[in-house]
């Protein structure tokens, strides 16, 4: 390949920036799509399966509502909610040494210590396996014991943001808060979980279940969660736990969902936001590849004395090819060029603000790289041909 053609090339480039730039901006948003698609897939599905790692794979989830009659979310549509006793019934009926967590759970409830407040903390009524079945130690102070269930107590464990809003450095254990106007002692303070889905998992009260339902007026529980010991046995424990259950109520309105599952779902959703994302930088590229032909052709059309006196001086059929391809090429790969970076930038920028973690995938910029570069080749073929085929007799008189 000629390297005159490059410097021909950027040459032509320079001599019309702003329509090398409108040119371009399909290729470069298409490569930014390509870049960052990767990123958020990669990075969010990281994200879920360290979530479900640490839960571990040997939990399952047991909420209001059958799901699948009604294709709602799981509690949307129950008819016999959750209570308190099933908890002991689960325990005390399973085959296979099943370790239960009741969940009664309020977002956004008003917090205060004396002239401060707050609205927007996270409320979870539990028992006392919650740091174990949750995997969320305590850093100072102690989890409350199943006596304090059982006596309704009224004691909670906080997160590090509400010891940060309220606290400021001082000593938050014994301090007493006001939780949805009802009094408390901080008798522990959780280790920092940091974001999750955008949200504060550090602005945390966790309760003892049978305060939180007092204080809320229900009997009603949102969630169950159940642990086993050995993993191998989840379908069998998940079989024993519905049939236990349907002993318990007229109809199957509950949903049982395991780790599994989980993830099986966020990978359809993955899978879908990949097509999704993969059709909008197909488009951006298509439309870039259309206007990088359209500009060629023009820029064919305007060159075409250029080209015969080219022709006359020896240049040849090929000659002539490669070079309208090399311009192509070379304004495909400058978009490709302004895209890579453009997307690193944005994730370098994002990715402290996010919960989930964001890089630059090197087989992503290589992919998309590539990508621009063949757009080049394929929409700059046809000019490159017109351009090849023009007579010089005529070319020469073209004015």
């Excluded at 410097?7 to 298409?30: E, P, Q, W, Y």
């Excluded at 294709?71 to 008819?79: D, F, L, M, Q, S």
């Excluded at 006392?128 to 995997?135: C, V």
């Excluded at 999704?276 to 951006?284: D, F, K, Q, R, T």
Aim: hydrophobic content about 45%; glycine content about 8%.
């Amino acid at each position: 390949m000629n390297l005159e053609n490059f410097s021909v090339s950027f040459t032509s480039l320079k001599a019309n920036k702003m329509r090398s730039l409108l040119t371009t901006l399909g290729i470069i948003i298409g490569v930014m799509s390509i870049i960052l698609l990767v990123s958020i897939v990669a990075g969010t599905q990281d994200y879920i399966e360290n979530e479900i790692k640490a839960l571990g794979t040997n939990t399952f989830m047991i909420a209001p509502g059958n799901n699948e009659e009604m294709h709602g979310p799981p509690g949307t549509y129950a008819i016999n909610k959750l209570r308190l006793n099933q908890i002991d019934l689960l325990e005390a009926r399973s085959s296979y040494g099943a370790k239960a967590m009741p969940a009664y759970m309020n977002m956004g409830v008003l917090v205060k210590y004396k002239n401060k407040s707050t609205n927007s903390s996270i409320l979870v009524g539990t028992n006392e396996r919650f740091p174990d079945l949750r995997n969320w130690p305590v850093e100072t102070g102690n989890f409350f014991r199943s006596d304090d269930v059982n006596s309704s107590r009224k004691v909670c464990v906080v997160g590090p943001t509400i010891v940060n809003n309220f606290f400021r450095g001082a000593r938050p254990l014994g301090k007493e808060i006001y939780v949805s106007g009802k009094k408390f002692t901080i008798i522990g303070v959780f280790v920092k979980k940091g974001k999750s889905f955008g949200r504060d998992s550090d602005d945390l009260i966790v309760m003892p279940i049978t305060a939180a339902l007092d204080m809320s007026g229900t009997t009603a529980i949102n969630q169950i969660m159940l642990k086993i010991p050995d993993p191998k046995n989840m379908d069998k424990a998940v079989a024993e736990t519905k049939r236990i259950l349907l002993k318990e109520m007229d109809k199957e309105d509950f949903s049982i969902t395991t780790q599994a599952e989980l993830l099986g779902m966020f990978k359809t959703f993955a899978d879908v936001l990949s097509v999704v994302m993969g059709c909008v930088a197909g488009i951006s590229l298509f439309v870039g590849g259309i206007g990088i032909m359209n500009i060629m052709l023009v820029t064919v059309k305007e060159r075409t004395r250029e080209i015969g006196i080219r022709k006359a001086v020896g240049a040849s059929f090929g000659d002539i090819l490669e070079q309208f391809i090399v311009e192509s090429i070379v304004v495909a790969v400058a978009g490709g060029l302004v895209g890579i970076l453009l997307a690193s930038l944005m994730i370098l920028a994002v990715g402290p603000f996010i919960s989930f973690p964001l890089k630059v995938s090197i087989p992503s910029v290589i992919i998309a790289f590539v990508f621009s570069s063949l757009t080049g080749i394929f929409f700059g073929t046809y000019p490159a041909l017109k351009a090849a085929k023009i007579d010089p007799i005529i070319a020469l008189r073209y004015e």
